[in-house]
């Protein structure tokens, strides 16, 4: 009797952890995820991630009623009405490219995310931290919620199955202050001072809202080096 073998070619896949620096008041950053995480579904054969989202705060200052945004836009970046009205249609467009819906408008308001930060620091340990940040995301730019008010906070918590009562706890507690803080001090010691930020491994860094093209192309680099 003649023994037959059959033989599986198997891929082993590059283990990535990526630390996903951003804000939730940024809409490159939400562009960017969303970019990521197609480039990161078309290479799942070369490539096994986990992403940490990080704090980076674009206006710590802000006071918590906010600010027009064609007001802050015009003071922080000399943008007059007309250039701040093609840069958001740029960004709708480009967010609707990859299924996210902007739905912002003169009338929208820059708010403070300091406490958005903290509840997605919590978060993390008990894996939401994903799901909290898209949620936030949607609060903000697709349905102009404040992500600085704790009633928002809660309801996007609860809706992707963390305890609204824990959630509120930490809120109010001003818990986990300390550890963003650190963590925004972290990054900006290591040279990050743009978000999105895409740190792979501690070691390759991809800035701003990039296609998914573009980070597949540099996913499967990565992977290449092994």
């Known amino acids: 009797m003649v023994a037959r073998y059959s033989w599986t070619h198997v891929t082993m896949r590059t283990r990535l952890k990526i630390d996903f620096v951003s804000d ?3 809409p490159w950053c939400i562009i960017g995820l969303r970019a990521l ?4 579904a078309r290479s799942n ?16 200052d802000m006071p918590a009623e906010g600010q027009n945004i064609m007001e802050h836009v015009a003071q922080k970046y000399g943008a007059t009405p007309e250039q701040s009205a093609a840069t958001r249609e740029t960004i709708r467009a480009r967010a609707a490219e990859l299924g996210f819906t902007m739905a912002g408008s003169s009338d929208s308001r820059i708010y403070n995310t300091f406490d958005a930060h903290r509840l997605l620091h919590w978060a993390e340990t008990s894996g939401h931290q994903a799901a909290l940040k898209n949620a936030l995301f949607e609060a903000y730019f697709t349905h102009g919620q404040n992500p600085g008010d704790h009633q928002v906070l809660v309801a996007a918590a609860a809706a992707v199955g963390l305890d609204p009562v824990a959630a509120g706890a930490v809120l109010a507690s001003g818990q986990y202050a300390e550890d963003v803080r650190a963590a925004e001090q972290l990054w900006r010691t290591r040279g990050i001072s743009a978000v999105p930020a895409v740190v792979i491994n501690g070691k390759y860094l991809i800035l701003g809202g990039q296609p998914p093209e573009a980070f597949e192309k540099a996913l499967r680099a990565i992977a290449a080096e092994g």
Not at 37 to 40: I, K, R, S, V, W
Not at 53 to 58: C, G, K, N, R
Request: charged share 15%; with cysteine.
């Open 24 to 26: 939730v008041s940024c």
């Open 37 to 40: 995480e197609q480039a990161l």
């Open 45 to 60: 054969d070369v490539v096994e991630a986990t992403i940490t989202f990080q704090p980076f705060e674009l206006n710590p």
